[in-house]
Nanobody
């Protein structure tokens, strides 16, 4: 069982920045695909950014050019740098880890961290 602990959320003004961190308990963190999702009140959870074990990245169109996902395998941690934040970025942000298996995948979620963008 992998535990994911997010941190770095908070209240920020529009145009500001935050960096989210997600620390994983598994020492073989490097083999996991890591993703950040978010869920705003009354909306479905949506994929924000992803990073593969090899370091490839992908982003939702709504955050391209503003958010950057990265990973530090030595620290078992994935980050989400969020710049030029907008009120519509307000949501609970969740870290997700996926380990690809032969017969099935293993999926783990963090507890979420609140990001509020407001003046």
């Amino acid at each position: 069982q992998v535990q994911l602990v997010e941190s770095g959320g908070g209240l920020v003004q529009p145009g500001g920045s935050l960096r989210l961190s997600c620390a994983a308990s598994d020492s073989i963190f490097s083999i996991y695909a890591m993703r950040w999702y978010r869920q705003a009140p009354g909306k479905q959870r949506e994929l924000v950014a992803a990073v593969t074990p090899a370091g490839g990245t992908d982003y939702a169109d709504s955050v391209k050019g503003r958010f950057t996902i990265s990973r530090d395998n030595a620290k078992n941690t994935v980050y989400l740098q969020m710049n030029s934040l907008k009120p519509e970025d307000t949501a609970v942000y969740y870290c997700h880890a996926q380990r690809i298996g032969i017969l099935s995948n293993l999926d783990y979620w963090g507890q979420g961290t609140q990001v509020t963008v407001s003046s």
